[in-house]
C-alpha cells in the first residue's frame, strides 16, 4: 500500500493538491510501518521517510526512484522484481 502511494503521487504530479495528499498518506502509513522496526531496516525507513517529506514540501518530483528503493527494502518483492529480470 506504501508504494501505492508514490505511484499515485507520481501520476499526479500535475495536480498539486492531490499530490501532497499522496504523500501525506504514503508517510502515515510509514509511520504505522515504522513503529515496529528497530536497527538498520528501521534508519533506513527513516531516511526515506526523510525524502519523502523533502519531496512533501518541494516542487512534485517523480517518485518511481524512491518506489525502488521501498520494494529493495522488502525480501520477497525484491525477488519478484528480479525474476522478471
Request: with cysteine; proline share 2%; hydrophobic share 40%.
Amino acid at each position: 500500500m506504501i508504494c501505492n502511494e508514490l505511484n499515485r503521487a507520481s501520476n499526479l504530479r500535475d495536480d498539486l493538491e492531490e499530490y501532497k495528499r499522496c504523500l501525506e498518506r504514503f508517510l502515515e502509513l510509514l509511520d504505522y510501518f515504522i513503529t515496529d522496526k528497530s536497527g538498520h531496516l528501521l534508519r533506513e525507513y527513516l531516511r526515506i521517510r526523510d525524502i519523502i517529506a523533502d519531496a512533501y514540501i518541494s516542487i512534485p518530483k517523480d517518485t518511481k526512484k524512491i518506489q525502488s528503493l521501498v520494494l529493495q527494502m522488502n525480501p520477497t518483492a525484491w525477488c519478484m522484481l528480479n525474476e522478471r529480470i
